[in-house]
């Protein structure tokens, strides 16, 4: 089969859905202009309907005018007459004042004043009893005994101190509505009217003295006890119509508009007559374009088949431009194919190092993750043994200081509680490996930690090198072990000063930034980002990938331990952040931390000086130390503070002690102890069963987060001072 008759073929595949299509559209728009033109007859009756009760409420609004009148007041009615009969004259009605039983008249503007008057209609007597005694009251159409036509009423309490005294009604000949059809001009096809709630014809704009007072259609009274609607039915003329109709809300009446059927469907007729047409029309243009397209076409394409065969025998294929873009792409295509599969070859090359690089970059990382997650364990050990030891010092030089007198002996203890502080520094560089330790941490001001470093950081480096700072104030708070922070930043720089033999330049900066996307590691959400960078020798691509190994150094024996990158990369990662290092030999090296910013306010700072040991009031302390050198020396400190001290070795023979009903006011617990129980599993146990009790923890150093609220974890080493306020604070 030739191209042209497949595009021949394909062209009618298109035109006939497409011509489909159109049909279902016509149809679809010729029912959405029948919906639009139900709905705007629906508005019209619905605004007509509040014309009507805008006529209502023009006469309510005399009769309240009426019932105000002084005469009323003093029992004049004789006066009363004479004015309502005035307005009565002129406005062709009649004004009715009656007693509240509903049945006597006391004057009638349809009668001389003091003839006798007839009684009050019963329906308009029932229709009262309908209605609060205070409310508005109109009629349905009725034949009154005095005058002629049929009427409506309007009825109005006259209130006197909340009292209703008598009712004021205002007959009306319903010829006078016939004013509102008037006004609205309706076109001569539609048919108008206003009903009753009873169904009763009170005007019509065709005819009104043959239909008015006649009742409505049965079905089109079952419509109507909608609001508002349509009805598809027989007029009272016989006319096959759609009334629309709308229900007044103050008067109750319905007002309609009924339209011929065949008057309705005539602007969607039209509508769809004129797009069926513009369609015919289009599918004839369509056709005839098609047909040209496809020789068109089926030339391009025999001179595409041309080219491919001098392609396959290797002669030169020229560009032809035939005027369609996708014919003539492929020609371009088979002209570039050699060139394009060349470069194909190239990037896949690129592509596939590229797929190494980052195989090997990633397999890197996982070493480095595993270093230092078994340098972390491994010092964390170390680390917990050192601090149990570190706290059964501190306590007992505590304890010694409270109970020595001689000046020299004071003197050495102090000494010695500061070789301890230090011993807990040290300690604590340990750590650098490990798992954060939440009762290390604090939330403090970048801008105020790195001010009072600059000394620290200044004395380190030599006259040859530029140090500039760029720290804001404006940093935001973050969350960090203060020390861990310090160490870091001052490794860093002692790295910078050593990579600049020469002298150089080293910055320090600081800044906030928010990453609104995932970046490398790194969630979205604010940081504070800290910057490190000189210019000094840098470092080879071989270097760069072993720097943060623990131990790894290119310095001279003595000269380095091969900690200091390490630590401040442990620093990053344990703060919840990450530490990008960049480097290129002779350009220098640059070290980025980005710490996340810490939802609370920065702590105040503790003072250095040793605190009073507050007093306790007797207090109950279940003290549980599996470290037999803290567990004897502890509880001393804790009775000379004023608190009575029960020790378990682990957590079972805790439990077991609280098993025994003792009082028990406070648990003291550490969170690393051999068994099955530990601090952390003790303390949810104890909140659980004994909420009374108040709980405290205490940690050398621990893998576990500790996540309980409202309980304080101390770190060893503590002081006696700092564990009694702690158990202290718990009790408040």
């Given at each position: 089969?030739?191209?042209?008759?497949?595009?021949?073929?394909?062209?009618?595949?298109?035109?006939?859905?497409?011509?489909?299509?159109?049909?279902?559209?016509?149809?679809?728009?010729?029912?959405?202009?029948?919906?639009?033109?139900?709905?705007?007859?629906?508005?019209?009756?619905?605004?007509?309907?509040?014309?009507?009760?805008?006529?209502?409420?023009?006469?309510?609004?005399?009769?309240?005018?009426?019932?105000?009148?002084?005469?009323?007041?003093?029992?004049?009615?004789?006066?009363?007459?004479?004015?309502?009969?005035?307005?009565?004259?002129?406005?062709?009605?009649?004004?009715?004042?009656?007693?509240?039983?509903?049945?006597?008249?006391?004057?009638?503007?349809?009668?001389?004043?003091?003839?006798?008057?007839?009684?009050?209609?019963?329906?308009?007597?029932?229709?009262?009893?309908?209605?609060?005694?205070?409310?508005?009251?109109?009629?349905?159409?009725?034949?009154?005994?005095?005058?002629?036509?049929?009427?409506?009423?309007?009825?109005?309490?006259?209130?006197?101190?909340?009292?209703?005294?008598?009712?004021?009604?205002?007959?009306?000949?319903?010829?006078?509505?016939?004013?509102?059809?008037?006004?609205?001009?309706?076109?001569?096809?539609?048919?108008?009217?206003?009903?009753?709630?009873?169904?009763?014809?009170?005007?019509?704009?065709?005819?009104?003295?043959?239909?008015?007072?006649?009742?409505?259609?049965?079905?089109?009274?079952?419509?109507?006890?909608?609001?508002?609607?349509?009805?598809?039915?027989?007029?009272?003329?016989?006319?096959?119509?759609?009334?629309?109709?709308?229900?007044?809300?103050?008067?109750?009446?319905?007002?309609?508009?009924?339209?011929?059927?065949?008057?309705?469907?005539?602007?969607?007729?039209?509508?769809?007559?004129?797009?069926?047409?513009?369609?015919?029309?289009?599918?004839?243009?369509?056709?005839?374009?098609?047909?040209?397209?496809?020789?068109?076409?089926?030339?391009?394409?025999?001179?595409?088949?041309?080219?491919?065969?001098?392609?396959?025998?290797?002669?030169?294929?020229?560009?032809?431009?035939?005027?369609?873009?996708?014919?003539?792409?492929?020609?371009?295509?088979?002209?570039?194919?050699?060139?394009?599969?060349?470069?194909?070859?190239?990037?896949?090359?690129?592509?596939?190092?590229?797929?190494?690089?980052?195989?090997?970059?990633?397999?890197?990382?996982?070493?480095?993750?595993?270093?230092?997650?078994?340098?972390?364990?491994?010092?964390?050990?170390?680390?917990?043994?050192?601090?149990?030891?570190?706290?059964?010092?501190?306590?007992?030089?505590?304890?010694?200081?409270?109970?020595?007198?001689?000046?020299?002996?004071?003197?050495?203890?102090?000494?010695?509680?500061?070789?301890?502080?230090?011993?807990?520094?040290?300690?604590?560089?340990l750590a650098a490996f490990g798992r954060v330790q939440d009762a290390r941490l604090e939330t403090i001001e970048p801008h105020r930690q790195l001010m009072e470093m600059i000394p620290l950081l200044?004395?380190?480096?030599?006259?040859?090198?530029?140090?500039?700072?760029?720290?804001?104030?404006?940093?935001?708070?973050?969350?960090?072990?203060?020390?861990?922070?310090?160490?870091?930043?001052?490794?860093?720089t002692i790295n910078a000063r050593d990579a600049m033999p020469d002298g150089g330049v080293l910055q320090l900066q600081a800044a906030n930034e928010t990453l609104p996307r995932h970046t490398g590691?790194?969630?979205?959400?604010?940081?504070?980002?800290?910057?490190?960078?000189?210019?000094?020798?840098?470092?080879?691509?071989?270097?760069?990938?072993?720097?943060?190994?623990?131990?790894?150094?290119?310095?001279?024996?003595?000269?380095?331990?091969?900690?200091?990158?390490?630590?401040?990369?442990?620093?990053?990662?344990?703060?919840?952040?990450?530490?990008?290092?960049?480097?290129?030999?002779?350009?220098?090296?640059?070290?980025?931390?980005?710490?996340?910013?810490?939802?609370?306010?920065?702590?105040?700072?503790?003072?250095?000086?040793?605190?009073?040991?507050?007093?306790?009031?007797?207090?109950?302390?279940?003290?549980?130390?599996?470290?037999?050198?803290?567990?004897?020396?502890?509880?001393?400190?804790?009775?000379?503070?004023?608190?009575?001290?029960?020790?378990?070795?682990?957590?079972?023979?805790?439990?077991?002690?609280?098993?025994?009903?003792?009082?028990?006011?406070?648990?003291?617990?550490?969170?690393?102890?051999?068994?099955?129980?530990?601090?952390?599993?003790?303390?949810?146990?104890?909140?659980?069963?004994?909420?009374?009790?108040?709980?405290?923890?205490?940690?050398?150093?621990?893998?576990?987060?500790?996540?309980?609220?409202?309980?304080?974890?101390?770190?060893?080493?503590?002081?006696?001072?700092?564990?009694?306020?702690?158990?202290?604070?718990?009790?408040?």
């Amino acid at each position: 089969m030739r191209i042209r008759t497949r595009l021949l073929l394909l062209v009618l595949a298109v035109l006939v859905p497409a011509f489909l299509v159109a049909g279902v559209g016509i149809a679809y728009l010729y029912s959405e202009e029948r919906e639009f033109h139900r709905e705007n007859m629906r508005e019209t009756a619905r605004a007509v309907a509040l014309v009507v009760d805008k006529e209502v409420a023009r006469r309510e609004a005399l009769l309240h005018a009426l019932a105000g009148s002084p005469a009323l007041d003093r029992g004049e009615f004789e006066r009363f007459y004479r004015h309502a009969h005035a307005l009565a004259a002129e406005r062709d009605v009649a004004i009715i004042l009656h007693k509240t039983n509903g049945v006597d008249q006391i004057i009638n503007t349809r009668l001389p004043y003091g003839a006798p008057l007839p009684p009050m209609l019963p329906v308009a007597q029932k229709l009262r009893a309908q209605y609060p005694p205070e409310a508005t009251v109109v009629t349905n159409l009725y034949k009154p005994p005095v005058g002629k036509g049929d009427s409506f009423g309007i009825q109005v309490p006259v209130i006197r101190d909340g009292k209703v005294l008598y009712y004021l009604v205002m007959g009306s000949y319903v010829k006078q509505l016939q004013a509102v059809f008037d006004e609205q001009r309706f076109p001569q096809e539609w048919l108008a009217g206003i009903v009753d709630r009873d169904g009763t014809l009170l005007a019509r704009n065709k005819e009104p003295e043959k239909f008015v007072g006649k009742p409505v259609r049965e079905d089109f009274i079952r419509a109507m006890r909608t609001e508002d609607g349509f009805h598809e039915g027989m007029t009272l003329s016989g006319i096959r119509a759609t009334a629309f109709f709308s229900r007044a809300p103050n008067s109750g009446w319905t007002f309609f508009v009924s339209v011929p059927d065949s008057v309705l469907r005539r602007p969607a007729e039209e509508a769809a007559l004129l797009m069926t047409g513009i369609a015919m029309a289009l599918f004839a243009l369509t056709a005839i374009a098609a047909a040209a397209v496809a020789r068109r076409t089926a030339r391009s394409v025999e001179s595409l088949r041309r080219a491919a065969e001098r392609l396959g025998h290797g002669e030169q294929v020229e560009l032809h431009h035939t005027g369609t873009l996708e014919i003539d792409a492929v020609n371009a295509a088979i002209v570039q194919a050699g060139e394009d599969i060349r470069s194909a070859r190239t990037g896949l090359e690129q592509r596939v190092a590229e797929a190494v690089a980052s195989a090997e970059r990633s397999q890197r990382a996982l070493l480095q993750a595993q270093k230092l997650e078994a340098l972390g364990r491994l010092t964390g050990g170390i680390a917990h043994d050192f601090n149990n030891v570190l706290q059964t010092l501190t306590t007992g030089l505590e304890l010694a200081h409270l109970r020595s007198t001689e000046p020299l002996a004071r003197s050495a203890l102090e000494s010695s509680k500061r070789a301890v502080e230090r011993a807990s520094e040290l300690t604590r560089q340990l750590a650098a490996f490990g798992r954060v330790q939440d009762a290390r941490l604090e939330t403090i001001e970048p801008h105020r930690q790195l001010m009072e470093m600059i000394p620290l950081l200044r004395s380190g480096l030599r006259a040859d090198i530029d140090f500039r700072l760029d720290v804001p104030q404006a940093l935001w708070p973050v969350t960090v072990d203060p020390l861990q922070f310090e160490l870091a930043l001052l490794n860093l720089t002692i790295n910078a000063r050593d990579a600049m033999p020469d002298g150089g330049v080293l910055q320090l900066q600081a800044a906030n930034e928010t990453l609104p996307r995932h970046t490398g590691e790194l969630e979205p959400g604010d940081y504070v980002r800290l910057t490190v960078a000189d210019n000094g020798e840098g470092m080879s691509a071989d270097v760069l990938a072993k720097a943060l190994d623990p131990f790894f150094t290119t310095k001279s024996v003595g000269k380095g331990s091969g900690m200091g990158l390490p630590q401040a990369y442990g620093f990053a990662r344990q703060s919840g952040g990450l530490l990008v290092l960049r480097s290129r030999p002779g350009e220098g090296t640059q070290v980025v931390i980005y710490l996340p910013r810490s939802e609370r306010t920065a702590e105040p700072r503790r003072s250095p000086r040793q605190a009073p040991v507050p007093r306790a009031r007797r207090e109950m302390v279940l003290f549980v130390e599996d470290d037999p050198l803290v567990r004897n020396v502890m509880p001393p400190a804790l009775q000379s503070a004023g608190f009575r001290v029960l020790c378990a070795a682990d957590g079972e023979q805790a439990l077991r002690v609280l098993e025994t009903g003792e009082h028990i006011d406070l648990l003291f617990t550490d969170i690393v102890m051999p068994g099955t129980i530990n601090g952390i599993d003790l303390a949810q146990r104890v909140r659980n069963r004994y909420p009374d009790v108040r709980v405290v923890l205490a940690t050398g150093y621990t893998e576990q987060r500790v996540q309980i609220p409202g309980v304080r974890t101390l770190a060893k080493p503590y002081g006696v001072s700092q564990a009694v306020g702690a158990l202290l604070e718990a009790l408040a």
